[in-house]
């Protein structure tokens, strides 16, 4: 087959992984998306459809609680120690000055919103690096391949000043002898890919007889794909935005009442007259038993739509409770206990797990094919929350974050403090914060 073609796992979950991207980018987004996420109703055309999913609200909680939780772990600055020869990397893992913070940051984020990240060790001429791959680009793995998707950037034929991005595909295999090898395939002739080159990575002329890739999930540094952490946040998400949708459609169609004329409303000479409503009109009619009445909604469907919106409310900021402290006791969503019960639910400390130990394997790889010897350790935080706080105290927090009611800076006290506001902060700074930004923390993410 060719080599552009994802393994039938990438392709079984990749619906799963963009409903979490979709979210977390926001409701521009999900409403791109169309009847994926809301489905057309019956006898509507594209122009009412249009009409009735642009009265839907997105309400943005993916993105901040992956912010958020992300914060956790990274409040306190990882700790590492590694051979003096390679110590560079701590403040330049990449070849391009990027913090290995930042990676493990962002390796957070991306178990969060996708549920799997790739770290591949590349040979540079000033040393060695590491380079992160999303997991949309990892499109197929075996024990003997791995097939990585990236750009490149071509010249046009037609413009000199223009520069077209290209995919290229990078395969990590072996050769004849069993020794790491990297071909790249490009579009040739006839839109078909074939192989543009073939590298031959060593350090000092030592090359590897396994490939420098490392997998993390959400649950263990291996290659086996799990869903993203907040995939069920997601579907509560989404669930409320079409409820939002429902509730606005049905508003926009109920909310004013309706004038409604019974009877013959004409003139003396048999002609039908014209009703002007609103004050300062009045009217007469002839008939006698003719009447005007105006007719108003007084059911209570929108008000079960409006309870159910605030039901799902209540759900995601359990689910985000959910990641901080694992399994709890106390009363929980049934949305939560949903979660539970499934048995694989990862937690922000399996995530930080994860990445402490992916990040730990790809360095030693480093070390070992660079030819040093040492220790090799890269510790993330696990302390993450106030033993003292319960679910309860922890949802409404989320909750508050998730509505921007709060900042980021005052989520991440309250976990640590237990109090409505961190020691110094008024509710005016708490205005200032939110009108600076301050619920944006690291949300960077680097895509391969």
């Known amino acids: 087959m060719p080599v552009n073609t994802p393994s039938s796992a990438y392709t079984e979950s990749a619906p799963r992984v963009k409903r979490v991207r979709d979210c977390a980018e926001g409701q521009d987004a999900v409403k791109d998306a169309g009847t994926l996420y809301l489905p057309q109703l019956s006898g509507q055309d594209d122009y009412e459809y249009d009409a009735y999913k642009n009265r839907g609200y997105v309400i943005p909680v993916v993105k901040p609680t992956a912010s958020a939780l992300t914060g956790a772990i990274m409040r306190k600055a990882p700790s590492s120690e590694l051979p003096e020869n390679l110590e560079y990397l701590i403040e330049n893992s990449d070849g391009e000055g990027k913090d290995l913070s930042i990676l493990a940051s962002d390796s957070c984020s991306e178990l969060m919103l996708a549920g799997r990240y790739g770290y591949l060790g590349e040979t540079l001429e000033s040393g060695v690096a590491i380079k992160a791959y999303s997991r949309e680009s990892i499109i197929n793995w075996s024990d003997d391949y791995i097939v990585l998707s990236q750009n490149y950037m071509v010249q046009d034929p037609k413009d000199k000043f223009k520069q ?16 790491y090898i990297q071909n790249i395939w490009r579009e040739g002739n006839g839109k078909k890919y074939g192989i543009d080159s073939t590298l031959e990575p060593s350090i000092n002329g030592t090359r590897l007889d396994k490939l420098p890739f490392e997998f993390i999930n959400t649950m263990d540094a291996t290659p086996i794909l799990t869903d993203p952490a907040l995939l069920h946040l997601s579907d509560v998400n989404l669930d409320q935005y079409r409820l939002s949708t429902d509730l606005r459609h049905g508003l926009h169609w109920t909310a004013l009442p309706t004038l ?24 007469h009619i002839q008939d006698s038993e003719a009447r005007v009445e105006l007719l108003e909604f007084t059911g209570a469907g929108l008000s079960a739509i409006s309870a159910a919106i605030d039901e799902d409310i209540e759900t995601m900021g359990s689910i985000g409770a959910r990641l901080l402290v694992g399994k709890s006791s106390g009363v ?7 979660i539970e019960q499934s048995g694989e639910t990862a937690t922000l400390s399996t995530i930080a797990q994860s990445v402490e130990n992916g990040i730990t394997n790809i ?8 030819g040093m010897s040492g220790d090799i350790v890269y510790s993330l935080n696990k302390d993450f929350i106030d033993a003292t706080l319960s679910p309860q105290e922890l949802s409404v927090y989320l909750q508050a974050l998730q509505s921007e009611a709060i900042s980021q800076e005052t989520f991440l006290n309250l976990l640590h403090r237990g109090e ?7 509710v005016e700074d708490e205005i200032a914060l939110l009108d600076a930004g301050g619920s944006d923390f690291n949300d960077d993410t680097i895509n391969g």
Not at 263 to 281: C, L, N, R, W
Not at 364 to 369: G, N, R, S, V, Y
Not at 420 to 426: A, D, H, Q, T, Y
């Open 164 to 179: 077209v991005s290209k995919v290229e595909y990078l395969e990590l295999t072996f050769d004849e002898n069993g020794l």
């Open 260 to 283: 409604f004329l019974f009877g013959e409303v004409t003139d003396s000479k048999g002609k039908q007259v014209k009703i002007a409503v609103g004050a300062g009109t009045s009217n």
């Open 332 to 338: 929980k969503a049934t949305e939560t206990v949903k």
């Open 363 to 370: 360095l030693k790889t480093l070390a070992e094919w660079s």
């Open 420 to 426: 409505l506001l961190p020691k110094g902060i008024s």
